[in-house]
């Protein structure tokens, strides 16, 4: 990892319109810091279930500079199970304890991302082959800005014959792009209406309410950014005006041009922690019929990825 400079932390002014110096002060040094490739931003850890002060040191740097760090481990590959018990540990050792009560999380609240043909997760986008726009997660789950997706968790156990890379972009890029392009494409994505989900109604009877909310969201506990966002546009409903309109599509084609996207196919053992940055998926292939197909395990929380309390780092080095 390669030393930098403090980003300012602030409380939340650098992103709310009318103090510009202090914007000004936090982009430049956001800019000047910000990594130019996913190696910059990749940590091995010996031991996902017991990350050690070094390694934890590492993987903070990385998500202090782009809200991401892609991290590889050696142990587990291919085990499915034995994965879970040390995936659950690496998350809870970062910070992230409140999970999303998702539909399709076991007990442990980690989901499966596989190709699924039959049951509730058969037809939904991320239990196919095909590829996934840009989005945040939890996007059609918004409850207020003190109750959203902040953090996500991916973990390969089995890549796909072929295919299947994400590309990643921190956030808080996306927000530099728009802002200093025209800082009234933000303050349209920050209404309160700004992007509706439609309600989903499925043939079993489960029905998902219409979820309403923006799309940048300064969190009041923390005055850091979060976001949420689909360029599912059938998924989507923007508010019916010029400046929300004309804000979406300037968006979309910041997320095209953008040079500081991250792509990276993960291998089984390697994975990406992060405070829920934009990514998406290319399609992939599931290979011959006799092999298991790729496996990503995700994990969502409502909480920071942050620095584990000093009893905590104190009991994984002992």
């Not at 599912?232 to 300037?250: E, L, M, Q, S």
């Amino acid at each position: 990892m390669t030393s930098q400079r403090r980003q300012p932390t602030g409380d939340g002014r650098v992103f709310m319109l009318g103090d510009d110096a202090a914007y000004r002060d936090w982009r430049d040094a956001k800019l000047a810091n910000y990594p130019r490739s996913i190696e910059e931003l990749t940590v091995d850890v010996a031991s996902i279930a017991a990350p050690s002060a070094d390694e934890t040191r590492a993987v903070l740097s990385a998500i202090r500079r782009a809200n991401m760090c892609r991290y590889r481990c050696p142990r587990h590959l291919g085990d499915a199970q034995a994965a879970r018990p040390a995936l659950s540990a690496f998350a809870r050792h970062f910070g992230l304890h409140l999970y999303e009560a998702h539909r399709s999380a076991e007990a442990d609240g980690i989901v499966a991302l596989e190709v699924a043909t039959q049951g509730g997760r058969a037809g939904y986008i991320p239990y196919t082959s095909h590829p996934l726009g840009w989005h945040t997660d939890g996007y059609y789950n918004y409850q207020g800005p003190g109750h959203m997706i902040r953090s996500m968790l991916l973990h390969c156990i089995r890549k796909a014959a072929e295919g299947g890379q994400n590309g990643l972009l921190d956030h808080e890029i996306a927000y530099i792009r728009l802002r200093d392009e025209n800082p009234d494409h933000v303050a349209a994505l920050m209404r309160q209406d700004a992007m509706t989900i439609p309600a989903n109604d499925e043939e079993n009877g489960k029905s998902r309410v219409e979820n309403i909310g923006p799309v940048f969201v300064v969190d009041p506990g923390t005055g850091r950014l979060a976001m949420r966002y689909t360029a599912r546009k059938r998924n989507v409903r923007w508010r019916d005006d010029a400046a929300t309109r004309n804000a979406a599509r300037v968006l979309e084609r910041a997320l095209s041009e953008e040079p500081l996207v991250f792509f990276v196919r993960l291998a089984p053992g390697e994975g990406v922690i992060c405070n829920n940055v934009l990514h998406n998926r290319d399609g992939f292939s599931t290979g011959p019929d006799e092999e298991p197909g790729r496996l990503v395990y995700r994990i969502r929380s409502y909480d920071w990825v942050r620095e584990p309390t000093s009893a905590g780092l104190a009991e994984r080095n002992s």
